[in-house]
């Protein structure tokens, strides 16, 4: 158990990463992975065993570049992301159900809404790791891997823009109804991440809250080689 990251997370502004979700419907945070954590999952990334399946990406024509999704169990720091941000996440996607006029449904606890998941059949675990190298991206998608999706991701780069590649920005478009789209392109430091949401966000209109539909992806990789981890909170058919 790595007490420092653990800390980090708490240690996160809260208040203003959930002023941040409910404004703009995504919030930034500061790294909380340190170099050598970075440094330790991508040395990892050839380590076979840790991982359930691997995908390239051109040949779904997702984009291009690669990435695998971490076996169950995971490891201590994916196991530790993931738990640390839920609790806060389902503040947020309950609040935002409310807005919508609907029951909160999401449980307080990851291993609770986990045990939904498993038991709608959806078992196998979804964290992954992706790597870009030069003309890399990721194709503007959602992650959703079955009936039951927990509404936010959160997303961290392992590697340093402008020292280690060049653009392969994270990329966020919003889709308002009757509207054109939005886009937000989002640098990310080291370690540090952005929390989206999955599906869609509510937007407060003259008439009450409606929803507007949320894709993401990553633009071209110019130069060098992009490592990210993402984090989905519900696990996969
Ligand atoms: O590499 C990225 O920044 C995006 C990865 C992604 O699509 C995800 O984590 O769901
Ligand atoms: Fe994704």
């Not at 997702?62 to 996440?89: D, M, N, T």
């Not at 392969?168 to 430091?189: D, K, N, W, Y």
Request: charged share 25%.
């Amino acid at each position: 158990m790595d007490k420092g990251l653990s800390k980090r997370m708490a240690a996160l502004d809260w208040t203003l990463l959930q002023r941040n979700l409910d404004e703009q419907g995504f919030a930034t945070f500061p790294a909380i992975l340190d170099p050598e954590q970075c440094s330790e999952i991508m040395a990892s990334y050839g380590e076979e065993s840790l991982y359930r399946k691997t995908i390239d990406m051109k040949r779904y024509r997702f984009g291009a570049g690669e990435y695998k999704y971490f076996q169950s169990p995971l490891p201590s720091i994916l196991q530790q992301l993931r738990e640390g941000f839920y609790p806060e996440l389902a503040l947020t996607a309950n609040r935002w159900l409310g807005q919508l006029g609907k029951e909160s449904r999401y449980p307080v606890s990851l291993q609770e809404f986990l045990k939904e998941c498993h038991e709608a059949g959806q078992e196998r675990s979804t964290p992954l790791i992706l790597k870009y190298e030069a003309g890399g991206y990721n194709c503007l998608h959602q992650d959703l891997y079955g009936e039951i999706f927990f509404p936010f991701q959160v997303l961290l780069t392992l590697n340093q823009e402008e020292e280690d590649y060049e653009g392969g920005e994270f990329l966020l478009v919003e889709q308002r109804p009757r509207a054109q789209s939005r886009g937000h392109v989002i640098r990310l430091e080291r370690g540090a991440g952005v929390i989206f949401p999955t599906q869609f966000r509510p937007v407060q209109g003259t008439r009450g809250y409606y929803r507007a539909t949320l894709r993401h992806g990553v633009g071209t990789v110019t130069a060098g080689k992009r490592y990210s981890l993402g984090i989905i909170f519900h696990d996969a058919t």
